[in-house]
């Protein structure tokens, strides 16, 4: 591959300068006293319960139509204020209900004195499915008008359990030194993958609808690895929705998170369409192609709001490189070992 040892030298270096900046420098900066309390106000029913616990909540539902739900009032801030929510939490067996909203979440509501201002950016996770333990956080403006606010732990009309932990909403402001260095990190890592694609360009020259897939691949790749949080959420749920995600019958088929078969695929297709183009080179290359957009694709989302760099991604997104990799070079030795067995 053209350009080998170049992509190789940068990767290293804007590895070692993500990792850097994303150590030294925070996104958001507390300018307040801690506003939760723990002071939670909740009702259960025969089919659901919460569990206030020392650090946290635990939540439980056996029943669609009531869930479980958890509120408390916090202190008033003045309008244009910034709040940060902050939590780990991970759930599990949670089975959506009806609506797109229907699931696990961690919730600031906005009340203006009438109602709820549902309108207003409110959700800072929703769940479904099971997860392990991760910190999730999400900054809100709090808007004119509003008159009090409340943090709303709930499973809202959906089943399963709920387990939050280490729960923290305070006044923030974003660094600005965060923002040049977020945003110079990420046109490095964009033009970076651009010389990554052009790179593939002059692979394989005479075959021009190989070359066509293999970019295509990458553009999916990188189109769904780098999507903000909130984007990634509304077409995994609306991909849920389209194929029933939560029914029994396709879990039967496919028991992972659906974002994790996206990872798989989409990285078997791309080392499969790699070890085409690559047929002459050595398999290392090819490994250590897929490793350097495996990781590349990982350490960018350290600096894209709402993702978070997993080394779990990165091993499923290498074991689907590997393994299309795999597959096709046996095929094509297979069928060169029947070719020569016929001639």
């Known amino acids: 591959m053209p350009l080998f040892k170049t992509n190789c030298f940068l990767f290293i270096l804007l590895a070692i300068a ?3 900046s994303h150590t030294r420098f925070e996104q958001y900066v507390q300018i307040g006293p801690e506003l939760q309390t723990a002071d939670w106000k909740f009702r259960t029913t025969e089919s659901s319960r919460v569990e206030v616990t020392e650090n946290g909540l635990n939540l439980f539902s056996s029943d669609a139509k009531t869930g479980a739900s958890a509120l408390q009032h916090l202190p008033m801030v003045k309008p244009g204020t910034v709040l940060l929510v902050s939590a780990d ?5 949670v089975k959506a209900g009806i609506k797109p909203w229907n ?27 099971t997860h392990d333990w991760k910190n999730y956080r999400k900054a809100f403006i709090i808007a004119p008008g509003i008159q009090s606010i409340g943090l709303i732990a709930q499973l809202s009309q959906s089943t399963g359990s709920l387990q939050i932990k280490n729960i923290h909403v305070y006044p923030v402001y ?8 977020r945003d110079i990190i990420l046109l490095a890592w964009g033009a970076y993958f651009l010389l990554f694609t052009g790179s593939f360009l002059f692979i394989d020259k005479k075959n021009i609808l190989v070359r ?11 189109a769904g690895t780098t999507l903000p949080g909130d984007m990634k959420n509304l077409v995994s749920s609306e991909v849920k929705t389209q194929i029933d995600a939560d029914s029994e019958s396709f879990k039967t088929i496919i028991p992972w998170d659906l974002s994790k078969v996206w990872h798989l695929g989409f990285f078997f297709l791309f080392g499969l ?19 350097l957009l495996a990781g590349g694709t990982e350490f960018a989302q350290l ?27 046996a095929f094509i030795s297979n069928r060169q070992e029947n070719t020569a067995a016929s001639t």
């Open 18 to 20: 993500t990792l850097i």
């Open 89 to 93: 939490m991970r759930c599990a067996n």
């Open 103 to 129: 699931s696990a979440r961690l919730l600031l509501a906005q009340n203006d004195g009438k109602k709820d201002r549902w309108d207003l950016p409110h959700a800072a996770v929703a769940l479904t499915g």
């Open 174 to 181: 974003e660094n600005p030194d965060y923002k040049w260095v």
């Open 212 to 222: 066509f897939l293999l970019v295509s691949a990458f553009i999916a790749i990188i």
């Open 273 to 291: 369409i790699l070890s085409v183009m690559m047929k002459k080179a050595p398999i290392l290359q090819t490994i250590t192609i897929i490793l």
């Open 303 to 329: 600096f894209i709001e709402g993702r978070t760099a997993l080394l779990s991604d990165f091993f499923i997104d290498a074991a689907g490189g590997v393994t299309g990799m795999i597959l096709i070079r």
